[in-house]
């Protein structure tokens, strides 16, 4: 299967470090070389890169290593395919709008018996479960909320619901964001840890490359990373229950 990768933070930052070890199981130290993604938003923008090579050979992937795009929201994916052709079109993250916002969903895992049509707006690009996934999702939002976008605590219960309907027909790990909220799924495997003073030092599990935070950083500073499997082999991951969707704004991790 695929594996995911996000940050969520209380000021803009960047995921250089993180990324880097993230794309070395492209292909490097484990077998997801089906493809790859990455979207960053920046206000009400949202940047996307992906690219249907593997992240270990892919030019896309070692500009934005070496590109600091600074982001509040951050989601990346690399690919094992299960359903659909290695192609750029079933490349996540998938994008889509609703409520003047974009929205951006990735998933790793695997649904059977998913292929019913699906009415209203949103329509598959690709032929994978999980770009279905996400516009039932987006269309299921719209038509419980057609005034337009709900509170925070209702967004989070009709998620709930349309996530666990899902997640009946298999793994269903996913991160999803409209740039204001940031949504993590836990069907089989997803980690977080949150990063805030005092900063030390962080070392990857994929590569020899260590990073101290505490120079790059300020007291006020927070970011929560989320990822299939911790990336660190010094800092100690947060395993999400299985089941259980988390909500991240500004750093920090709640169930509403």
Known sequence: ??????????????????????????????????????????????????????????????????????SKHVIAHIRKATQGQIALENCHPFRRELWGRYWVFAHNGDLKDFDGPIEGLYKSVGNTDSERAFCIILETLRAAFPEGMPTTEQLYKALQ???????????????????????????????????????????????????????????????????????????VWKAIAPNQLILFQDGQPSLL
């Open 161 to 235: 619901a349309i996530t666990a309907q899902i997640a009946a027909h298999g793994v269903f790990n996913y991160l999803l964001s409209d740039g204001v909220h940031l949504f993590a799924h836990c069907s089989t495997s997803l980690h977080f840890i949150v990063r805030q003073a005092p900063f030390a030092e962080a070392h990857l599990v994929d590569e020899d490359v260590t990073v101290n935070f505490q120079g790059l950083t300020t007291l006020q500073d927070r970011v929560a990373v989320i990822a299939t499997l911790p990336l660190t082999d010094n800092e």
């Open 1 to 70: 299967m695929c594996q995911l990768l996000g940050m969520n933070c209380n000021v803009p930052t960047d995921i250089c470090f993180s990324f880097t070890g993230f794309c070395a199981r492209g292909g490097q130290t484990d077998d997801h070389q089906d493809g790859w993604g990455i979207a960053f938003f920046e206000g009400a923008g949202c940047r996307l890169y992906i690219d249907e090579k593997s992240s270990v050979t892919s030019p896309v992937a070692e500009l934005v290593k070496q590109y600091p795009i600074h």
